[in-house]
């Protein structure tokens, strides 16, 4: 075995060429320097993969098997959400895939829909308009009562 073959960089490697070539694909992949630079904010990451499915909420699922096994499985939120997403935005068939608990997709293997089961919504709680209070009485004892009106 020839240890000088085994560790030999290239030009491209030496100088990091070959990183530059990676990132101007994962750019075009995304869409653009601008759709790439809102990823980032929006997530944090900058990567691409393939699209596996949309629910009903707009959210858009993808897959990309080079990453490790936890990370390779990723839900991007519509613009709508912006910076107030959370995990009640997803739907549970999803959750299923994304968290590895099932690797067929909502998609290609649709949940039974009992009679039973509550259609998913999304936890409206989060936002202050959900806190609006008209009015409200309490009362502690006889004669004592407090008002709280809008």
């Known amino acids: 075995m020839n240890l000088h073959h085994t560790y030999q960089m290239g030009v491209k490697e030496l100088l990091g060429l070959d990183k530059l070539a990676k990132l101007a694909t994962t750019v075009q992949k995304i869409g653009g320097l601008r759709a790439a630079l ?3 904010y929006l997530m944090d990451v900058t990567r691409t ?12 699922y993808f897959e990309d098997n080079s990453y490790f096994m936890p990370r390779n499985r990723w839900v991007v939120y519509p613009d709508r959400v912006w910076l107030d997403y959370d995990a009640t935005q997803v739907a549970p068939e999803w ?13 290609t293997n649709p ?12 936890n409206s ?12 009485n309490l009362s502690f004892r006889e004669g004592m009562s407090l008002n709280f009106r809008e």
Do not use: C
């Open 49 to 60: 993969g393939t699209l596996v499915g949309e629910d009903k909420f707009g959210n858009k």
């Open 125 to 136: 709680s989060i936002f202050p308009s959900s806190f609006a209070i008209s009015s409200v």
């Open 111 to 122: 949940p039974k829909n009992e009679k039973w089961v509550l259609t998913h919504e999304e």
């Open 38 to 40: 809102k990823q980032r």
């Open 95 to 107: 959750h299923r895939w994304l968290h590895h608990i099932s690797d067929e997709t909502p998609t």
